[in-house]
C-alpha cells in the first residue's frame, strides 16, 4: 500500500545525488513516460532549478507498438507543462525479431550518448531502482554469471561516451509510485512490462511474490565490493599495458597481463576487446578464457575473438585490431554525422561534394590504392589492421582514409575513433538499500587515457579516445 510518507523529498533526492557526484554542467534525464523516469524527472528538475543547472529530457520512441508515437508526445506535452526542456529521439529502420528488449536497450543508449555528446552533455540520468537491481541479479544468476555480473548494475557506468548515472538504485519502486502521487504526476504504463514471453517480466512477478528485493539487491553489494577492486587493478594493469591508436587498434603488452591473476587478467584483455570491436558487452567468459591462456602461453599465431583479431609480434606485445568482416558500407550526405560499425564517429563537412559517396572499410583493395598513392607500403603496420578503418569512397575510389592520413579530395572527411565503451570507464560504484556508494572516483576519464605513441613505424594519424 502506497503511502504519502514513502515519497522522495527534495532533501533526500540532493543526498543521493551528492553521493553519486552530482552532475558538473549540463546534464539530461531519460524519460520514457513510465512511473519511475517520471518520479526522477520530477527530483531532477527540482534539484537543477534549486542549483542553477541545466536539465533536458529525453524520450526515445522505439517504434514498436502503435501507441509509442502517442506516448512520446503525451512525454513531451507534460514537459513543456513543466518548463523541461524534451528532445524526442526515435529508433529507425528495422526491428530484431528476437532479442528485442536487449536491441532496445542498446538502440536507446547509443541515441540518448550520441545526443548528449553532440550538445556537450556529460551526463545521463537513469531511473533504475532496487527492483530492477534484483531482477539483474536473479536474471544473472539464471544465466550462470559469475561473481563480476552478479554485482548488478553500478551507480555510475561509462557508455557512448557519456556519465550514466542512476541516482535511485538503492531507492525501492514503490516510493517512485509514491513521489509520483505526492506531486499528482500521471504516467504511462508500458504494456511490454507485463508480457510474459520476456523473461524479466517473469522474474518481476517472483519478486512482487516474495517482496524480498531488498533483501537481493543487498547480496550484490558484496559482489559489487570486489567487483570494484577488480576495476580498479585492470585499469592500474591497462594504463602501463595498452597502447591506444586512432586507427582502432590497441597494442598490448602481453606479460603484463600474465603477472596478474587469471580472472583480473582476463578482464584486461576483455576490456580491449570490447573496446577495438566497438561492441557494448565483454565476449563470453569460457572463450575469453581460453583466448586468455594462449596470450598467457605466448601467442605464436593470429587468434580470433569477439570480432577481433589478436597478432603475435616479435618484440612480446599482441596487436588487438577489428576483424575486417561485416563491416556496414553506407551512403554520407555533406553535413552528416554518424557512428560508423560502432566504433568510429564520422562526418563529412557541409558543402563537400557527396554525389555517390559512401562511408566503408578501407579493405584489401583500398589498401592497395593508399599503398600505391603513396608510393610506398607501410612495412612495419600489418596490412590486415588497415581493412577495417573506414574510408570515403566515390564508387570504388578511396577519397579518404583520415587515420591513414589520405585527405579527403572532395570536402573534409572525419573519422574519430570513439567506441561505445571507454578503455578506462568510470569506476564502478556499489549500493545497497539506504547507503550511499562505497566505492567513487571523482576523475575524468580523460585521466585515465592510455598512453599514446604518435608513430607505429609511420605516422598513422593522431590519437582519439571516445
Known sequence: MITPDQAISSEEFEQLVQGIGAPIGPFAVAVSGGADSMALCRLANSWAKRFGAKLTALTVDHDLRRTSAAEANQVAKWMAGLGIAHTGLKW?????????????????????????????????LVAHHRDDQAETYLMRLSRGSGPNGLAGMSVTTYLHGVHIARPLLGIPKIRLLATCAALGQRWIDDPSNHNPRYARTQIRARLAAKENSGDIAEKTQGFGIARAARDRTIRSILKKAATEYAA??????????????????????????????????GPRTNKLAALHRAVARGLTATRSLHRCLAMPQADGHVLIFREPRNLPTVPIVAGSKFTWDRRFVVALEPGSKSDGMTVGPLGHKGWGQVRDRAKSAHPTIPTQL???????????????APNLEVPSEMGRFTAQFSPTLSLFPYPFAVVSSGKTPIFREAKLAKDYETPVLAEFGTKIGPFANG
Open 92 to 124: 529507425a529502420g528495422p526491428k530484431p525479431q528476437t532479442g528485442v528488449q536487449a536491441a532496445a536497450r542498446d538502440a536507446r543508449y547509443a541515441l540518448m550518448g550520441a545526443w548528449c555528446r553532440d550538445n556537450d552533455v556529460g551526463t545521463l
Open 248 to 281: 582502432g587498434f590497441v597494442r598490448l603488452n602481453w606479460r603484463m597481463l600474465t603477472d596478474a591473476t587469471e580472472d583480473v587478467g582476463a578482464g584486461a584483455l576483455g576490456r580491449v576487446l570490447s573496446r577495438v570491436s566497438g561492441a557494448p558487452h
Open 386 to 400: 588497415c581493412y577495417a578503418v573506414p574510408a570515403l569512397f566515390h564508387q570504388e575510389r578511396v577519397i579518404s
